[in-house]
Structures are given as C-alpha cells and as structure tokens.
C-alpha cells in the first residue's frame, strides 16, 4: 500500500464518496473532529469577518454552500443556504439562481464553494442582482501560486486545470470542480471579468495559509501533527507571509458592488 492511501482518512480509502447528502454530512464530521482542521476554519472565518464593512443596523447576509460548515457560529444571523436538503441550513436554493430581490443583500460569503459552481458567470450575474450598492463578496478559495499548483495537482482529488473556462464540464455538486477556477476568472481573464460586471470591483485577491490546510489532512487525509503544535504552524506561517504570493494554499477574494 502507498503513503498516500496509508494517510487517507478511512473514511476515503478506495473509491471517494458519491455527491449528495450522506457525503456533506461526512464532511461537517471531519471538519469538527479534526481539529486542526476545525481551526483552519475559525482561521478563514475570521477573516471575513475581518473585512466586512459595519453598518449601522443588522446586515442582511447570505452564505453559499453551508453545508460542511459553521460559520453561524461566528455570525449569528447570518442566512445559511446549500443546494442540499441539509438539518443546518436555513435556506435550499441553487447559487445560481438565488431566491431574492434586486438590491437586497448587505453581502454574501462562501468558503470553498466557487470553484464548484458549475457556471460561475451566471452566478456573478445573481450576485450583482441581489446585491444593495456597497454590497460585498467575500470568499476564500484555492489560491493559484507556485506551490498549490504542485500540491493540488499531485495530491487533490479534485481537477486543478488553470487552462479551462468559466464553466465546468461536469455538474456534481460535490465532484465538480476546478481549483484554478478563482484564478482564470480574477486574474487570468481579469478584463473579461470587468467587461461583463462593471458594477463588481475585485478590491482583494490576497494568497496565505500555506502550511495549516496541509497539516490538517484536509478533508482526505489524516491529521499529520498533533493539536497542540497548530500555534507553531500558524507563527512559521506569519513569519513566511512576504512569500505568501509564491507559497499560499488560499486566498481571500472581495468583491464590492459599486451602482
């Protein structure tokens, strides 16, 4: 038996899980058995957090693709939604056609969900529609550097295919994926991006986590130190932040809606 197949999370030995129901109810109990990985997650919430604009009153702002995740824990009243009948959501609807009115939403935030979408720029397109003037985008996706296009194209399940276009090929709302999606879309084809939505300005496309992602296993892979060194990681990753451009396995992406 190979390293790789002794460091999988049994649960992932053999064929990977199907896309459905039983399968992101298997990933919410990883994320909060692990915990290494558990933190990553606070880690990237967090930073979202840290960049949403205060207003003055109750912000009315929507998450897509709750399912695996806990982010209402970290921002009671905010309106989780996932294309799955899942018990933690409070809203199914597709991302691609959101259940809301023009010039509603104070934001929308998403962890590890964009570049699963099957056409991003009908997304986009839903975004722009439900979003008030000043609304923003936030999200944390697969970074594209030097080093995550090693590791994701080497050690991921999921497809990592920085020549693609704005649409997947497949349609599984777990399966389907490109990591390099955020990538083609924010920096690769930048000026298309900005012909087609005037109204979204990219204010950040900011690389980090280099280290604790991979420490965690992530969902595949067994935690690969103990809980107690996460806050050493987390200061080699601080001080290796110059090189986060070359070396991040994430980025944080924001859009603000300007008209």
Known sequence: ??????????????????????????????????????????????RILSRLVPLPGPRRLVEIGSGAGFFKQHLPGLITSDILDLPNIDLRCSALQMPFQDNILD????????????????????????????????????????FSRFIYGNFHHEDFDPRAGWQLSSHGSLSAANGALPWIVFVRDREKFDRLFPALKLIRFQAHTPLAYLVSGGLSYRQLMPDFLYPVIRGIERILSPFHGILGMFVTIELVKTV
């Open 1 to 46: 038996m190979s390293l790789r197949e002794l460091l999988k999370q049994p649960e992932y030995k053999g064929s990977p899980p199907p896309d459905g129901l039983p399968t992101s109810l298997l990933h919410r109990r990883i994320i909060q058995h692990k915990s290494i990985l558990r933190r990553v997650y606070d880690d990237f919430y967090a």
């Open 107 to 146: 934001g929308v935030v998403m962890v590890d969900v964009f570049h699963h979408l099957s056409d991003v720029q009908r997304f986009l397109s839903e975004v722009c529609r439900c979003l008030r003037p000043e609304g923003q985008v936030l999200m944390i996706e697969p970074a594209y550097t030097a």
